[in-house]
């Protein structure tokens, strides 16, 4: 791959993830890859979206507004130890096997990761590339090969997210937007100290000390933390 004045280019992190999944071999580690590696692999199971935009990430059990993104290129290095630890040197089709440890090219960031077998399934198109874990819960192994119709082994249904009930915060006094400088009493709280202004939709990091909380607005309503900007 050129660019206009035909100096050669590295291809994206989304053509190398191809271009592994087509059997090529190179070290495709970069600063990251053991740390996204410690957060795909272990707790209750993830899965993993790859597109040419980004890596999106998505954990059993947890629920958020959206999924976690990544930078793409870690992608590589990820797929690059996953297929390490199916023991196998290309995808060519929808996959399923046993990751094995033993096998593994990265060590995971998280010391507590990536020490069990864990069944994966691979599934690559020409949009994305899917990955999915989950921990093993019975004893029988499955096979490393095409992912079956039917069975334990089949495809596990994609997560669905929960839309969390939105939570608001009022203020005594009220409290004045710092992007369209309107004054208003209640903003709805994302955590972490960020709200959203009603009148212009925009969020904003509330740092400075809180004015009393308004207890009768809403049962829903929380404090925002005056000194750590954190919702307790």
Request: hydrophobic content about 35%.
């Amino acid at each position: 791959m050129t660019d206009d004045n035909g100096t050669a280019q590295r291809p994206c992190g989304f053509e190398r993830v191809r271009a592994l999944l087509r059997g090529e071999s190179f070290d495709a580690r970069v600063d990251g890859s053991r740390k996204m590696m410690g957060f795909v692999l272990g707790g209750d199971g993830s899965n993993t979206r790859i597109t040419r935009e980004s890596v999106e990430l998505q954990f059993v059990g947890q629920v958020r507004r959206r999924p976690h993104s990544y930078f793409l290129s870690l992608a590589p290095g990820i797929v690059m130890d996953i297929m390490a630890r199916l023991g196998v040197s290309e995808v060519l089709q929808p996959t399923v096997g046993v990751l094995e440890p033993s096998r593994a090219v990265l060590e995971p960031w998280l010391p507590q990761r990536g020490l069990e077998e864990e069944a994966c399934w691979i599934v690559p198109s020409p949009e994305a590339i899917d990955i999915v874990v989950r921990p093993l819960s019975i004893e029988e192994r499955p096979a490393t090969g095409p992912i079956p119709r039917g069975g334990p082994w089949r495809l596990p249904e994609p997560l669905r997210w929960v839309k969390p009930e939105p939570v608001y915060v009022s203020f005594d006094g009220g409290l004045r937007c710092p992007r369209c400088e309107s004054m208003s009493p209640t903003f709805r709280s994302l955590g972490d100290g960020v709200l959203v202004c009603g009148i212009c939709g925009r969020s904003f990091e509330k740092r400075a000390h809180c004015p009393p909380l308004n207890q009768g607005t809403s049962p829903a309503i929380m404090p925002v933390c005056a000194t750590s900007g954190k919702s307790r």
